[in-house]
């Protein structure tokens, strides 16, 4: 017991020693100190440093890099309604009859909703604006004309087949 209360009678004698006063008083002559030997310079002139040419970038036919390849407020999808032949791409439809009345062949296409639009030569349909060149006895081709990548706009042809039973093969 007696051990413990010198241990205890130590170990506050050597936190009142750390707590002393002098050295409070040393600690701020010497930030004191610091702040008187460091005198501001002024500093020279930027006119008098001489101008460097910067590096310029040259295109040269390239692409601009911070141009999104793709159009945010692209209108095409928006203008059409849903639910008409310009609200689905060209290839979301099947082809499921051919008919001719009076010369004029007529193409029975099936959209994914299952409803039915029959179209002629000279229809526009799909959400590229696809017109329906040609009708033959079994298939019906389309041409439309998209963007690519390169933001060119190039035609592309859009066949679509009318499927036969077991039985025509």
Known sequence: MRAFAVLIALAFM????????????????SASAVKKEAPAQPLPPESAKPEEL????????????????????S?????????????????????AAIAEKKGVRYGLLLSPDNKSYTVKEGTVLGLHKGMVKKITNDKV??????ID????????????QLRRGKEAE
């Open 54 to 73: 910067g590096y310029t970038y040259d295109p040269r036919e390239r692409r601009d890099p911070f141009t999104p390849l793709i159009a945010a407020g």
């Open 149 to 160: 990548y390169t933001g060119k706009t190039r035609p592309r042809e859009i066949v679509l």
């Open 14 to 29: 050597l936190s009142a020693y750390g707590c002393s006063k002098e050295e409070v008083k040393q600690k701020a002559k």
């Open 75 to 95: 209108d095409k999808g928006k203008k059409a309604r849903t639910g008409t032949l310009e609200g689905y791409d060209i290839n979301d439809f099947t082809l």
């Open 141 to 146: 081709i389309i041409n439309e004309y998209i």
